[in-house]
């Protein structure tokens, strides 16, 4: 099997021992899960039931709801053992306080659990971590599987769990392959970026072992709502400005969203678009969510995204894929004002860069 890192035995072994005993297993993700999230919570929940008899031990912890762009992947069991934070405060709390094990997927701190963080941090319960994001906060967890030369959280979490002495010499269970594709599908953009030698091999494993590559394509992309594209023609036309330096930028505000009918996932990939205009370095999809502007930044080769976005946006990510906030408040009220901030910043950037 595909193994471009090294996953230490004793860490798996020491793993699989902590969900052999727990009574109740939580598997958390960050708040407003991606493909990605979405994947390896429902891969692992499913392995840790089919070879380590965890069935009815396992609950996954959303802080918010699936994007449905992904509901495909959840059975009617799944969905039934999914608790919603933003929807059902009260069960997530009593899960939570029985707890004997928490597995916290792509994310790289607590405060990225949203309104469950204080409930994790009043636990006692082990915790671990398995991600592929920079800045990892170690001390927040007893066990960390961190790696950031991968794809996605999906492709570690799959050499994790080959890592299992409960998987030697099997295939990983019949539910595994579908979400662990799902979610190196997408974290990639459609293999567009962040793509290793390891991941190409990771997916080949994955397609031996049943995955559906059409049908996750089909579900991901040709399933989108018709209010998404008029969305998309409208930003494209109004929206979109390019300057002369080379960067793309797309401003949604909440008013357009609610005017569309957007809904939570539905502009996911927006900020890919204009990249394949031949003069854009950089591209930026900016969103109103309350009272800040979620960051989207996508980059050509040779342009940092990460770097953008940690300097000016308080952010980070990948290289070529990142993402950050700004806070509406003083000199920034407007979205015209919230423009003119992101025009300086990226000349600024540019400019340093060169």
């Known amino acids: 099997m595909p193994k471009p890192f090294s996953i230490p035995g004793p860490d798996a072994a020491a793993f699989e ?32 039931e089919a070879r380590l008899g965890a069935s009815g031990k396992c609950r996954i912890l959303l802080d918010t709801d699936a994007p449905d762009a992904v509901r495909f992947l959840f059975s009617p069991a799944d969905c039934r053992e999914t608790l919603v934070f933003e929807r ?11 707890c004997g094990l928490f597995v ?47 794809s996605s959280t999906c492709e570690l979490l799959y050499h994790i769990l080959r890592t299992f002495p409960s998987c030697a010499g099997k295939d990983l269970p019949e539910g595994c392959p579908e ?34 590559r059409d049908r996750i394509l089909e579900h991901i992309y040709n399933e989108y709502p018709e209010r998404r594209i008029r969305l998309m023609g409208h930003l494209l036309d ?6 002369d330096k080379g960067v793309a930028c797309m401003i949604l505000d909440g008013e357009t969203a609610r005017a569309y009918g957007i809904r939570e996932g539905e502009t996911e990939g927006f900020v890919n678009i204009p990249l394949s205009i031949d003069r854009v370095r950089l591209s930026l999809f900016l969103k109103q969510s309350g009272d800040e502007y979620r960051v989207s930044i996508r980059s050509k080769r040779g342009w940092s995204a990460r ?19 700004i806070p509406l408040g003083g000199d920034l009220q407007t979205k015209d004002d919230v423009a003119a901030f992101v025009a300086r910043c990226t000349d600024e950037f540019l400019k340093d860069e060169a």
Request: aromatic content about 6%.
């Open 307 to 325: 770097n953008l976005a940690a300097r000016y946006f308080s952010g980070g990510g990948h290289e070529q894929a990142s993402g950050g906030r």
């Open 17 to 48: 021992n902590l969900a052999l005993r727990a009574d109740r297993i939580g598997i958390v993700t960050h708040t407003r899960p991606d493909g990605d999230a979405i994947g390896s919570c429902l891969a692992l929940k499913r392995y840790l």
């Open 238 to 243: 109004r929206e979109l400005t390019i300057s």
């Open 104 to 150: 916290f997927l792509d994310l790289n701190n607590l405060s990225r659990t949203g309104g469950m963080e204080d409930l994790f941090r009043a636990s006692g319960a082990p915790r671990i971590l398995v991600d592929h994001h920079l800045h990892p906060e170690r001390s927040e967890f007893g066990l960390a599987f961190s790696e950031t030369e991968v």
């Open 179 to 212: 979400p662990l594709l799902t979610g190196i599908t997408t974290d990639t953009n459609n293999f567009a970026n962040s793509v290793f030698e390891g991941t190409l091999e990771t997916v080949a494993a994955l397609l031996q072992a049943g995955a559906d």
């Open 88 to 98: 059902d405060a009260a069960a997530v709390r009593e899960w939570t306080a029985g």
